[in-house]
């Protein structure tokens, strides 16, 4: 399948080099469609509320003990403030519950519907694995099972023992929730996912998929249904 001129066949997706814990993957990121401008989304000069102080971020960012794996805290001491959750003033047209990507900021928005959006610090694509366009939320995943390409495995062969498949779990490169990102009805092979990586946010890491601290992922995830759309905009 052809995105925007970008083969997005499984076998062609470039992998994320295995890394950090236990030789995994560090992330991909994703999209497809018609590019569209930060300010014509009413996200250009946004005001922002009063951010997160480090001890609130503690707290926001802090340890999920009830959830099926249990999420450590995050060490908030690795992520630039301004990468924290914040609430922002949208005078755009998108309807609520969408969700903008914007690349050359590392920020994920979601559309409130009263005049606001939250925001969230990402790491996005690295240099040359950036998309812009719109897409949806197909499906969505908790804990999803992770499963890497023939070519991947071709490159790197200590991938091989996940060929049929990584269980959900704390090392899993998709984390705790995954959105599935579609157009027409086919999966692009991208996703929104959860990040355990504190030190990526604000970074272009992935092959196209976009990455948010896993609370952060966990908060939009609980208040995205599927069919939302997504719109990336140009980095």
Same mark, same amino acid.
């Not at 755009?92 to 969408?98: H, I, L, P």
């Not at 999966?187 to 976009?210: F, K, M, R």
């Given at each position: 399948m052809?995105?925007?001129?970008?083969?997005?066949?499984?076998?062609?997706?470039?992998?994320?080099?295995?890394?950090?814990?236990?030789?995994?993957?560090?992330?991909?990121?994703?999209?497809?469609?018609?590019?569209?401008?930060? %300010? $014509?989304?009413?996200?250009?000069?946004?005001?922002?509320?009063?951010?997160?102080?480090?001890? *609130? $971020?503690?707290?926001?960012y802090?340890? !999920?003990?009830e959830?099926?794996?249990?999420?450590?805290?995050v060490d908030?001491?690795?992520?630039?403030?301004?990468?924290?959750?914040?609430? !922002? $003033?949208y005078?755009?047209?998108?309807?609520?519950?969408?969700i903008?990507?914007?690349p %050359?900021?590392?920020? !994920?928005?979601?559309?409130?519907?009263?005049?606001?959006?939250?925001?969230?610090?990402a790491? !996005?694509?690295r240099?040359?694995?950036?998309?812009?366009?719109?897409?949806?939320?197909?499906?969505?995943? *908790?804990?999803?099972?992770?499963?890497?390409?023939?070519?991947?495995?071709?490159?790197?062969?200590?991938?091989?023992?996940?060929?049929?498949?990584?269980?959900?779990?704390?090392?899993?490169?998709?984390? $705790?929730? +995954?959105?599935?990102?579609?157009?027409n009805?086919?999966? +692009?092979?991208?996703?929104?996912?959860?990040?355990?990586?504190? *030190?990526?946010?604000?970074?272009?890491?992935?092959?196209?998929?976009?990455?948010?601290?896993?609370?952060?992922?966990?908060?939009l995830?609980?208040? +995205?249904?599927v069919?939302?759309?997504?719109?990336?905009?140009?980095?």
């Open positions: 052809i995105i925007d001129g970008v083969n997005a066949d499984a076998g062609k997706i470039d992998e994320i080099a295995f890394g950090r814990r236990a030789a995994l993957l560090n992330r991909r990121s994703f999209l497809v469609g018609s590019a569209v401008g930060l %300010g $014509a989304l009413g996200l250009g000069g946004c005001a922002v509320t009063d951010g997160m102080s480090l001890a *609130e $971020a503690e707290k926001v802090g340890p !999920v003990p959830d099926k794996f249990p999420i450590p805290a908030v001491t690795k992520v630039d403030p301004k990468y924290f959750r914040k609430t !922002v $003033a005078d755009g047209k998108e309807a609520a519950g969408t903008i990507v914007d %050359g900021n590392y920020y !994920v928005y979601r559309v409130e519907g009263d005049g606001s959006a939250t925001r969230y610090g790491n !996005v694509g240099d040359g694995f950036r998309w812009s366009g719109d897409a949806y939320v197909g499906r969505k995943s *908790e804990w999803a099972t992770w499963t890497p390409p023939k070519e991947m495995i071709k490159r790197q062969p200590e991938a091989a023992k996940y060929a049929r498949g990584m269980p959900g779990g704390l090392d899993n490169p998709l984390g $705790a929730r +995954t959105l599935h990102l579609y157009q009805g086919a999966y +692009t092979l991208y996703t929104i996912y959860a990040s355990s990586d504190p *030190e990526t946010i604000g970074s272009g890491i992935t092959s196209g998929c976009v990455g948010l601290l896993s609370q952060d992922m966990i908060h995830y609980d208040r +995205t249904p069919k939302s759309k997504v719109v990336v905009l140009p980095a």
